[in-house]
């Protein structure tokens, strides 16, 4: 019986036994000036998307972003910001998000316009990664992060703990880039 059950939660909490067909590459999102941004262009490049909100506790992790943006985007590295209010935390307008993002941390790495990340709402890439991770790798609050390969897959998912900076993080960014 104990063996049936370490079955079951590994399945449901480790892997996702439906994984969506597709790529991360399959998908267009709007930018957050509105113009169209296509996910094929990031071909052979790694990208980390990170949904983000501007009144968080977690809002300060933008300076990590740009900080591993401006170290790695000659490497083939994206950072693609997604601001979304699942978790009523972010600004109501796209253009308040861009200036508090620019002003307060200097960004300038791409961002989405404002997203739904979860649920039926939820944009075409999120219900693709909904499908593709495990119930616990899916966004539970702002600035979980998606590290995204070359070829389009899923590599890993971090929860919003994970600061962007701390050296476990890097070293799974690096190995992305670099092989």
């Not at 308040?96 to 989405?112: A, H, L, Q, S, Y």
Request: net charge neutral; hydrophobic share 40%.
């Amino acid at each position: 019986m104990l063996n049936l059950i370490i079955i079951i939660f590994t399945m449901f909490f480790c892997f996702n036994t439906k994984a969506s067909e597709g790529s991360f590459h399959d998908f267009e999102i709007t930018s957050i000036s509105g113009d169209n941004i296509k996910l094929s262009d990031y071909k052979n490049k790694v990208v980390l998307l990170v949904n983000t909100a501007s009144q968080c506790g977690f809002t300060p992790q933008y300076a990590g972003l740009q900080k591993i943006y401006d170290r790695y985007k000659e490497d083939n590295f994206i950072v693609l910001g997604v601001p979304s209010n699942d978790f009523n935390q972010e600004l109501s307008k796209e253009s308040d998000v861009k200036k508090f993002c620019e002003i307060r941390f200097g960004v300038n790495f791409p961002m989405t316009s404002i997203q739904k990340i979860r649920g039926e709402a939820a944009h075409p890439l999120y219900k693709w990664i909904a499908g593709n991770v495990s119930v616990i790798g899916q966004p539970r609050w702002n600035f979980h992060k998606f590290l995204i390969g070359k070829d389009g897959k899923i590599i890993n998912w971090f929860s919003s703990m994970t600061s962007p900076t701390s050296e476990g993080f890097i070293n799974q960014v690096e190995d992305a880039i670099y092989n």
